[in-house]
């Protein structure tokens, strides 16, 4: 009867402390994506599978064998739990005809599912901020985004995660590229993997996305797609460098970059660091013009990214940058029956000061609740006993402060006389 009931192999349990720190992190990155104009939107976790074939593309790692699908048992309808979130965020964007009218910037922020080997830095449900414009043709909007994702590793503390650029070109020139490549990878058949082999015929550019080590020099004196890009594509590459380095933006093109889904063209991007192991990608993103076409929505230019939340965190986390979490004001330790009541009166009365307040619940000694108290982080106790109660006073005890003398004082004076001493705390500290 009674099982050991556990998580979900690959699906991970936030807890307090940690959860915290994600509050604060989502925070920094929403204040610096609402700066530059970007609002929120929220998706369901849920949609139809045919959705992600076609937006992701059948022969990618995501749509073979990463994804949780599932048949719906009411209505036998096909149903995926998403493995990214641009898929969902077009589709919206084309169900409520969002970008008809005017150019959209739009973030979100969320669980995906993928069936992926757990590992460090990889899960099978992991969380990624997610960032789209729709509407903007030209290499500006790419290289806002870039400069926004800068100034983001700022806002955190972040240094050492190095951006590589590249450009898919369109898929005209890609046509071209691909049936040089075939080629090329043809004089290599006795070295080729099974995957390779797979997709020699169906996605070849994958291949020179490959882990294999025994691929490496094959990939690296395979055709480049650069080699192939026409003038159009030439000039919004050139485009998106010049804004990066007049911003003062280092970045490398890597020519081998390719990303691991079939949407994108133009514009790729990474965003690399060597402190996380293997799994040293916190941040992808690039063009996909053609994906909202695609998708049966009127054609609109589109360009965006996503963060791995878990390998970002890792990373503030490493660099020493996590802030230790903030303890509330106030513990309210009280005994007996006139105490308790007087007691909900303080805490109500302070949390309507704008003071953050934890009430003792469930009893104990003085004792043992203060302990509590002194565990909670708070920087003060007020502590009601009945004798205090009956003259309707407490007594305040700074917790932090050893150098701050217990006071009894009026119930009605408490907050004012907490207040003075936060502010003065809060000077001290400045
Ligand atoms: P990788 O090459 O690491 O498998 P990917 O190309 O599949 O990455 P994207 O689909 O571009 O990844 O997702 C964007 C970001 O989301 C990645 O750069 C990474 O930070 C994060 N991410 C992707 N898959 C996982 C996972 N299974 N667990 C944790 N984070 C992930
Ligand atoms: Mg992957």
Redesign the pocket.
């Known amino acids: 009867m009674s099982q050991n009931l556990q998580s979900v192999r690959g699906m991970n349990d936030i807890l307090p402390a940690e959860a915290e720190f994600w509050e604060l992190f989502e925070e920094a990155v929403s204040d610096r994506l609402k700066s530059y104009g970007y609002k929120p939107i929220r998706m369901p976790i849920v949609e139809p599978t045919p959705l992600f074939k076609r937006a992701i593309g059948e022969v990618t790692?995501i749509v073979e064998k990463e994804m949780y699908s599932f048949e719906d048992s009411l209505n036998g309808e096909q149903l995926t739990l998403r493995p990214?979130g641009t898929a969902g965020c077009v589709r919206a964007v084309i169900q409520h005809g969002l970008a008809n009218q005017v150019a959209q910037r739009l973030y979100y922020m969320g669980p995906m599912f993928?069936h992926?080997r757990p590992q460090k830095?990889?899960?099978r449900q992991?969380h990624?901020i997610g960032v789209e414009a729709f509407g903007f043709a030209g290499p500006d909007v790419d290289a806002e985004q870039i400069l926004m994702i800068a100034r983001l590793w700022g806002d955190l503390g972040l240094d050492d995660i190095r951006l590589q650029l590249n450009s898919l070109g369109q898929p005209e020139e890609r046509a071209r590229h691909r049936a040089d490549l075939i080629a090329y990878l043809e004089g290599f058949q006795e070295i080729l993997d099974e995957e390779a082999k797979r997709r020699l015929y169906t996605n070849p550019l994958r291949i020179l996305d490959t882990k294999n080590p025994a691929l490496q020099d094959m990939c690296a004196g395979a055709p480049k797609l650069i080699d192939y890009l026409g003038e159009a594509s030439l000039a919004h590459f050139n485009g998106v460098q010049q804004i990066l380095k007049d911003a003062g933006i280092p970045f490398e093109i890597n020519p081998r970059l390719v990303?691991?889904?079939d949407y994108y063209n133009l514009t790729v991007f990474e965003w690399v660091t060597d402190k996380l192991g293997a799994?040293g990608?916190?941040?992808?993103g690039g063009r996909y013009d053609g994906l909202v076409q695609q998708l049966g929505g009127k054609a609109t230019p589109a360009c965006g990214f996503?963060?791995?939340v878990?390998?970002l965190i890792a990373l503030i986390r490493d660099s020493g940058g996590e802030p230790a979490p903030k303890g509330t004001d106030v513990y309210v330790v009280h005994q007996g029956e006139t105490a308790a009541r007087l007691a909900f009166r303080v805490a109500e009365g302070l949390r309507d000061n704008g003071i953050d307040v934890i009430l003792h619940c469930g009893g104990g000694s003085f004792k043992s609740q203060m302990k509590k108290a002194d565990a909670s982080g708070a920087l003060f106790a007020v502590v009601i006993g009945d004798d205090e109660a009956a003259a309707g006073e407490v007594q305040l005890k700074a917790l932090r402060d050893e150098g701050v003398a217990q006071q009894r004082l009026k119930a009605e004076n408490l907050a004012e006389v907490i207040i003075d001493q936060l502010l003065d705390t809060q000077e001290e500290e400045a």
């Open positions: 790692d990214e993928r992926e830095g990889r899960y992991f990624q990303r691991g889904l799994q990608t916190v941040c992808a996503a963060m791995g878990e390998r």
